[in-house]
Nanobody
Framework: QVQLVESGGGLVQPGGSLRLSCVAS????????MGWYRQAPGNERELVAT???????NYADSVKGRFTISRDNARNTVYLQMDSLKPEDTAVYYC??????????WGQGTQVTVSS
């Protein structure tokens, strides 16, 4: 069982920045592919970015060049640096951990609101 705890969400003006953090419990964090997903009201949950155990990132087209995913295995933490935020980035952001032999897990979500 893996527990994921997100933090760092909040209200920011368009063009601003936020950094989300997700801390995972357990001792094999380095083996997990970690990801960030988001869900806006009335929409399905969508992929934002993932990072493999080897630290290879992947991004949704809508955030390429603006968001950066990274991980610190010593701290069991994955980050999402979000720059040049737009109103359409407003959503609940969820941390996700996946390691096929063990399973997949979700955090509780953190709200990001981009508004003037």
């Amino acid at each position: 069982q893996v527990q994921l705890v997100e933090s760092g969400g909040g209200l920011v003006q368009p063009g601003g920045s936020l950094r989300l953090s997700c801390v995972a419990s357990g001792s094999i964090f380095s083996l997990y592919t970690m990801g960030w997903y988001r869900q806006a009201p009335g929409n399905e949950r969508e992929l934002v970015a993932t990072i493999t155990s080897g630290a290879s990132p992947n991004y949704a087209d809508s955030v390429k060049g603006r968001f950066t995913i990274s991980r610190d295995n010593a701290r069991n933490t994955v980050y999402l640096q979000m720059d040049s935020l737009k109103p359409e980035d407003t959503a609940v952001y969820y941390c996700h951990a996946n390691y096929v032999p063990i399973g997949a897990y979700w955090g509780q979500g953190t709200q990001v609101t981009v508004s003037s």
